[in-house]
């Protein structure tokens, strides 16, 4: 296993447009999250499941974006009617909670949208 | 709200020199969190601090912990070029294990030869 992995890595849209990303985690680990970093700040918390559930969401989430792991594996985050304001790096991470080490987050590359 | 305050937010530095930067937190946790990110890339753990005093160090780089002041430091000894980087440290402020994590604003360093 190499690690979290994102798709796409690069994205631009038009605004308006739904874009939606997805994420492949570490294989044995049941946590997974979704970070949104703007230029010269850092990650924010965005939601974050345990298996299929999604256990919180953050307030920055508004009602134009949703996220899903149906079947507690990869996930997916879309965004729809996109808006200038949207253009960040989405960052994925995941971690094994309820294991020996159940504390560490592990990144993965992340996808750039770019709204234009 | 949780705050995560890093300090400084930008620091350049000689090479061979030492330095510390200071990550302050407001609310209770004793799980806190270092990464690295170079332009353009996603998050490189560095470090993990789970208890009060908890101390490690990784080649030129030491972090600390002190719950109680909320408060813990990443220490640069005779820094090197190669430590040209953005630094995070995050606060968990989940109950029972990994949760969310709340980042400060990061600390870019730049190490001139």
């Known amino acids: 296993d190499t690690g979290v992995s994102q798709d796409p890595r690069h994205k631009i849209t038009k605004r308006g447009q739904n874009v939606t990303f997805r994420c492949d985690p570490i294989?044995?680990?049941?946590?997974l999250y979704w970070y949104r970093q703007t230029l010269g700040q850092g990650p924010e918390f965005l939601t974050y499941?345990?298996?299929?559930?999604?256990?919180?969401k953050s307030r920055l989430l508004s009602d134009r974006f949703s996220a899903e792991r149906p079947k507690g594996s990869f996930s997916t985050l879309e965004i729809q009617r996109t808006e200038q304001g949207d253009s960040a790096m989405y960052l994925c991470?995941?971690?094994?909670?309820?294991?020996?080490?159940?504390?560490?987050?592990?990144f993965g590359p992340g996808t750039r949208l770019t709204v234009t | 709200e949780l705050k995560v305050e890093q300090n400084p937010l930008f620091l350049s530095m000689q090479e061979g020199k030492n330095y510390t930067i200071y990550c302050n937190y407001s609310t209770t946790s004793d799980r806190l969190y270092w990464y690295r990110q170079d332009p353009g890339k996603s998050l490189e753990s560095l470090f993990v601090?789970?208890?009060?005093?908890a101390v490690k160090q990784e080649g030129r780089l030491m972090a600390s912990l002190d719950t109680k002041a909320r408060l813990s430091t990443l220490h640069i000894t005779a820094a090197v070029h190669d430590l040209s980087a953005t630094y995070f440290c995050a606060v968990d402020i989940g109950q029972g294990g990994s949760e969310k994590l709340v980042f400060g604003k990061g600390t870019k360093l730049t190490v001139n030869p």
């Open positions: 294989s044995e680990h049941n946590r």
């Open positions: 601090l789970l208890s009060n005093g």
């Open positions: 499941f345990q298996n299929e559930a999604q256990l919180e």
């Open positions: 991470a995941s971690s094994l909670w309820g294991g020996t080490s159940s504390y560490e987050q592990y």
